[in-house]
């Protein structure tokens, strides 16, 4: 579906992606692992086409998509979630969420995404005309997960989703992920709370200064000494 082969990025002097290789198979929750600094964000940014590539190919579904502008990423069904939520927040819920639409124009199709973001987030729809700076931290999330998804995207990227929240909301969050695999909606994702991503992963790497030092299941990875030693707190 997705696969990213040998690329390299720099920001200015810096080398922050080292010849990467990564797959997002069909079906799948996929997790990017590590510390801060280690080049997950760049890498979601260069999937979306917002930060340019060096060296290396981005394929999606047979496409290469390397120097593709991000609005025609979108277009191609890959969303980014960013981390920070980066809500409207002078705008209502509703705003918002049709908002993630502005690529759409099939209007029936629109609200039946509307209707089923509401389904995933019941108290969006309680807020639905509440102006989105005024809602909570977790709120604000869910709305940016439902902004996102509004797009009908094939791949879901999500950049620290559970940032800042309370641990009640964050094991929301991360049930609501599982729904939208379920849903059909690939997910690739960005997380501080490597225990809780690798537990609703399929297949998870671990990044290193801009490069993939480890690979596999997300259940092998849990229970990878190395793993738990740097990045479980055992």
């Known amino acids: 579906m997705l696969s990213i082969k040998g690329l390299h990025v720099f920001y200015g002097g810096i080398h922050a992606l080292r010849g990467i290789d990564l797959d997002v198979a069909d079906g799948q929750i996929i997790s990017l692992i590590g510390a801060n600094g280690a080049g997950k964000s760049t890498t979601l940014k260069s999937i979306m086409g917002l930060v340019p590539k060096t060296e290396g190919t981005i ?4 496409t290469d998509i390397t120097s593709t502008h991000t609005k025609e990423v979108v277009k191609q069904g890959i969303v980014l979630c960013p981390e920070g939520r980066r809500v409207f927040p002078d705008l209502t819920v509703e705003e918002n969420l049709r908002i993630g639409a502005y690529l759409r124009n099939d209007k029936d199709g629109i609200q039946k995404d509307k209707d089923w973001v509401y389904d995933l987030f019941p108290r969006m729809k309680e807020r639905e005309w509440q102006l989105a700076g005024t809602l909570s931290g977790g709120e604000q999330q869910m709305l940016a997960v439902g902004r996102a998804l509004m797009s009908k995207p094939k791949l879901l ?4 989703p559970s940032l800042g929240l309370a641990p009640l909301v964050i094991k929301d969050i991360f049930t609501i992920i599982k729904e939208i695999k379920e849903a059909g909606v690939n ?5 501080q709370n490597a225990k809780a991503a690798l537990e609703i992963s399929d297949y998870a ?9 480890m690979s596999g ?11 738990k030693k740097a990045y479980l707190g055992e």
């Open 59 to 62: 394929i999606w579904n047979d």
């Open 157 to 160: 990227m999500l950049d620290e």
């Open 187 to 191: 997910v690739l994702l960005i997380e």
């Open 205 to 213: 790497y671990v990044m290193e200064t801009g490069t993939i030092t």
């Open 217 to 227: 299941a997300g259940k092998e990875l849990l229970n990878d000494e190395r793993v």
